[in-house]
């Protein structure tokens, strides 16, 4: 295949809410374009898109996936992506790729929650939007009320390019509202010179020159109104409606049509990266400009191995040639260089500026990197910014025989999915994977046993509490060993102090409490200050680090309920020795357990971490959140209006109540709220909260030392 012109490419994401018919729409595309001999169905496992075993099972997208096809002479890229929220993920990564987004709205459910979505990232990217009421085959459609929700939620720019000549199963055809027959039906649900001034307002707006031979009233030729649709959507004063069924094909080929026509080139979207010197640089997609292009998918596949989608910014790739990535400065050689058609690779010798292609084998290459031919200088495109995952599971192998073989398994989902991420908890000990949701995590778990044979066992994960003290204690502990011969003992005195967060530790350690302060030394991860005060040798000075390392080694254990301890100072003021027995194991004893009975005598409390929380829901829910919130121990601390009749809150709240807000928040809200957290401070835990903790961990009992 010859390298294609940048004027003859069009790269298309379809996004939208699950079930609103995308894969099909793609499938049956396919199918019109002569790729497939029939249209792939999602329900009997036989999409070109949907390939993966747990979309088949599930009968829905989880993966995006790449197929071309040519029409009317221009080589369309089509992306098909998730229609669920717990897949966004793909979606943001397809967007880096392509300029015209069409956003697939199930006509029987309206706008859903995913819909309004990637509608909004569609529109942050800069992309060119396009809206297809897909499913109007089905009954009980109120197609007026529909439009009219689009363009109360979306704007009034959404128009209808062509209107469907009936519904449910009258829908056999569509009629464009361009170029209106003379032999329209009267019963159609909307009539077609209804749509077509306000269509053509929106078409010209953003040409003041065409707007007044508009005014004036004269009449444009077909291309110059393909020309001015594709400017007006490129400015965002277009976004055409457009009527399908996938299911039986209605509209598709019109459809087809104006993807050729109208949809934006990969010169439309302007692109720009940094270079060396930190100055920004337009990237435009020339033959023969510098090579640049950048990562926007990665796939591990069992039998390719690694597979990198690129998308070519700039200059052209070629087979065989070498190139430089910008993270690693690493140089990598391309051995082969492929097209996608779902999960077929079609080899290539070269792509070229504002196309797409896939690299197979350069393990390296991560989601987001930028590849540069290196002779040019360095140029670096903006990163893709992913959501932060909302769900957490604690995850050990279910048998040992997987011990070894899970790291990396669960290391190649995270390079496949920037909003799956796993973590060795430093204080809990446990591993860690965080998603989008229960479901993403349940599609791990599956794609884990499917793919590498490997099964987990998950729960909750633990929440990482840390002990403290709210008051102020003083005693002693002798610690006495003789079993025969050498024995153990040590004597320690000491005072223990809550330590606030902030304080010049300098400025508190030699304040007028400390009078006999010899040196000190301040542990900032713990917050934790250990005070030398011995005076007149009552401590010989080569047993003291072994008390604060005793002290030590209690704060990681934990007194009361087996969390680290942090917050408090602990002043070693006066002991006593043998000469002969003393030695640093007793010394180390005596310190660890000094403190750990201080610590209950100085009103221990738990720190439990608090998160800062937003949230977006419609609003009328409004108050059953806040409601919520308050239950959960939540302190609301601002609210503000959100595009589309929504309500933004950000509130601070408990981790521990709100590890499954994701299903909480989405039983309240119908699916129509979405939330972010992130990690804020610690706070105490009330005392009726604190018991149950405590008596959970079972930690009041006696060392055995």
Do not use: W
């Not at 997609?285 to 998918?297: E, I, L, M, N, T």
């Not at 909750?460 to 011969?485: L, S, W």
């Not at 357990?593 to 209950?600: G, I, N, P, V, Y």
């Amino acid at each position: 295949m010859t390298k294609l012109r940048v004027d003859d490419i069009r790269n298309v994401a379809v996004v939208g809410h699950g079930a609103a018919g995308k894969t099909t729409l793609a499938d049956h595309m396919l199918f019109k374009a002569g790729v497939n001999s029939r249209a792939g169905s999602v329900d009997d496992g036989s999409s070109l898109l949907d390939f993966d075993d747990e979309e088949k099972q599930h009968k829905y997208t989880i993966t995006s996936s790449l197929c071309h096809f040519t029409h009317l002479g221009k080589h369309i890229n089509l992306v098909n992506t998730p229609g669920y929220p717990d897949f966004i993920g793909q979606v943001v990564g397809a967007l880096r790729a392509v300029e015209t987004a069409i956003v697939v709205i199930n006509a029987s459910a309206g706008i859903e929650v995913n819909t309004r979505k990637v509608f909004q990232l569609a529109g942050e990217a800069g992309l060119g939007r396009m809206i297809v009421l897909n499913k109007l085959d089905l009954d009980n459609i109120d197609f007026e009320g529909l439009i009219a929700s689009i363009q109360e939620t979306f704007g009034k720019n959404c128009v209808l390019m062509n209107v469907p000549n009936g519904l449910g199963a009258k829908f056999t055809a569509v009629i464009d509202t361009l170029h209106i027959p003379d032999d329209v039906s009267a019963d159609m649900p909307v009539h077609p010179a209804e749509i077509a001034q306000s269509l053509m307002d929106a078409i010209v707006e953003c040409d003041e020159a065409l707007m007044m031979r508009y005014l004036d009233g004269e009449k444009f030729s077909d291309d110059e109104i393909f020309h001015a649709v594709e400017h007006a959507l490129a400015a965002g004063t277009l976004i055409p409606i457009f009527c399908t069924s996938a299911k039986t094909g209605v509209g598709v080929c019109d459809l087809m049509d104006a993807l050729a026509h109208d949809a934006l080139t990969p010169a439309d979207v302007p692109h720009r990266g940094r270079n060396g010197d930190g100055s920004e640089k337009d990237v435009s997609p020339v033959p023969d400009g510098p090579f640049v292009a950048q990562v926007f998918k990665t796939r591990i596949d069992p039998f390719v191995s690694k597979m990198s989608f690129l998308r070519v910014f700039s200059g052209s790739i070629h087979k065989e040639s070498n190139v430089q990535d910008m993270r690693t400065g690493r140089s990598l050689k391309v051995a082969n260089l492929f097209r996608m058609q779902g999960n077929k690779q079609v080899p290539v010798d070269e792509v070229g500026p504002g196309d797409l292609a896939v690299v197979v084998k350069m393990d390296d290459l991560q989601v987001g990197d930028t590849l540069v031919d290196g002779k040019h200088g360095p140029m670096v495109l903006p990163p893709l910014r992913f959501p932060a995952p909302m769900s957490a599971l604690g995850v050990e192998p279910k048998s040992r025989n997987d011990q070894q073989k899970i790291s990396s398994a669960l290391h190649k989902i995270e390079e496949e999915d920037q909003t799956f991420q796993t973590v060795r908890e430093a204080q809990t000990h446990e591993l860690v994977m965080r998603g989008m949701s229960e479901l993403h995590l349940k599609i791990v778990e599956e794609r884990l046993h499917k793919r590498d044979k490997v099964d987990i066992l998950t729960h909750a994960p633990k929440i990482p509490y840390r002990e403290t003290v709210a008051g102020k204690a003083e005693g002693m502990y002798r610690h006495k060993k003789q079993t025969g011969g050498a024995g153990q003992f040590g004597e320690v005195h000491m005072r223990i102090f809550p330590l606030a967060e902030g304080v010049v530790i300098e400025d508190y350690c030699t304040s007028s409490r400390f009078a006999y302060m010899r040196e000190y030394r301040y542990h900032p991860e713990m917050n934790f200050v250990f005070i030398d005060s011995i005076s007149g040798g009552s401590i010989p000075n080569q047993f003291i680090p072994a008390v604060e390392k005793g002290v030590l080694d209690r704060m990681t254990r934990g007194v009361i309920a087996g969390y680290p301890v942090q917050g408090v100072a602990v002043e070693l003021y006066f002991g006593k020795y043998h000469d002969v027995d003393s030695n640093e194991n007793a010394f180390r004893t005596a310190g660890s357990m000094c403190f750990k009975e201080l610590f209950a005598q100085a009103k221990p409390a738990l720190l439990e971490p608090i998160v800062k929380i937003e949230i977006t829901v419609p609003g009328d829910k409004f108050g059953d959140i806040t409601s919520d919130l308050n239950s959960r121990r939540g302190r609301v601390e601002g609210m503000d209006a959100a595009p589309g009749g929504f309500q933004a809150i950000t509130a601070k709240v408990p981790l521990s109540e709100v590890t499954t807000y994701a299903r909480s928040l989405s039983s309240m809200t119908g699916g129509q709220g979405s939330f972010s957290v992130e990690p804020s401070h610690y706070d105490l835990m009330p005392p009726n909260e604190q018991a149950k903790i405590v008596a959970a961990s079972g930690k009041m009992k006696d060392d055995e030392e």
